[in-house]
Nanobody
């Protein structure tokens, strides 16, 4: 069992930056590959990016590639999502999730993840 808690959300102007954190407790954090997803009301949860257990491999959705960066520190049981050049369309609730194994093809699939955080709201004003 892994408990995940996101933090760092808030209100930011278009073009600004935010850094989200996902802190884990329970089983060793380094056991898991991690993902970030986001969701707006009435829409399906959308893949943002993912990172393998060691941090040596990452992937990102086309909509955020070049603007968002994922990193992790297993000693701190924490993953981060650095979001730069934010746009109003980035407004959403952001979730982190954990899974065993890292496969590029299915990292975007929500049903591959075992554990989820409660989410943190990011609002980007125009």
């Amino acid at each position: 069992q892994v408990q995940l808690v996101e933090s760092g959300g808030g209100l930011v102007q278009s073009g600004g930056s935010l850094r989200l954190s996902c802190t884990a407790s329970g089983r060793p954090f380094g056991t898991y590959a991690m993902g970030w997803f986001r969701q707006t009301p009435g829409k399906e949860r959308e893949f943002v990016g993912a990172i393998n257990w060691s941090g040596s491999m990452t992937s990102a959705a086309d909509s955020v590639r070049g603007r968002f960066t994922i990193s992790r520190d297993n000693a701190k049981s924490t993953m981060w999502l650095q979001m730069n050049s934010l746009k109003p369309e980035d407004t959403a609730t952001y979730y982190c999730a954990a899974r065993i194994g890292y496969t590029v093809a299915d990292m975007p699939m929500t049903d591959r993840y075992e554990f989820w955080g409660q989410g943190t709201q990011v609002t980007v004003s125009s």
